[in-house]
C-alpha cells in the first residue's frame, strides 16, 4: 500500500468514527436505534478480527506486533488497549497484563508469563 492510500484509508476511518460520534450525540432514538442495530456488530466483529490477529503465541508473543528481533512477551498495545476500552475500571500499563483480560482470551492466552520475560533487546 503506497502512503497516499494509506493516507487516504486513515482519513476515512477517522471520518467514520466521527459521523458514529455526531449520530451518537444527536440522532433521534428512533436513527440511533437503527445506527445501533447495524454499527455494534460490525464494531465487534471488528474487534474480534483485530484482537485474534494479536492473540499471543504460545511464548505470549504478538505475532503482529513481534518480530525476531523484536520479540514481546506481554500483551499487545492492542490487547491493552482493548483491555482498557471494554474494562475502564481495571486499567492496566504499557508492558503489564492481567491473567485473564476477557472471556474469549481464557483459550487464546499462552500460560502466564512474567512481565519482561523473553524479550530481548
Ligand atoms: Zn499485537
Redesign the pocket.
Known amino acids: 500500500m503506497n502512503q497516499e492510500l494509506g493516507r487516504l484509508l486513515q482519513q476515512a476511518v477517522w471520518e467514520r468514527l466521527e459521523m458514529l460520534e455526531k449520530l451518537a450525540s444527536s440522532a433521534d432514538n428512533k436513527s440511533l436505534l437503527s445506527v445501533a442495530r447495524t454499527e455494534l456488530p460490525r464494531l465487534t466483529s471488528g474487534w474480534r478480527a483485530l484482537l485474534d490477529a494479536?492473540t499471543p503465541d504460545s511464548r505470549g508473543r504478538?505475532p503482529?506486533?513481534s518480530s525476531r528481533w523484536r520479540p514481546r512477551a506481554a500483551l499487545?498495545s492492542?490487547w491493552r488497549a482493548a483491555h482498557n476500552l471494554f474494562l475502564p475500571a481495571e486499567p492496566i500499563s504499557a508492558g503489564a497484563g492481567p491473567a485473564v483480560p476477557g472471556p474469549r482470551s481464557r483459550s487464546l492466552l499462552p500460560p502466564t508469563v512474567p512481565v519482561g520475560a523473553g524479550a530481548a533487546h
Open positions: 494479536h504478538c503482529e506486533c499487545c492492542v
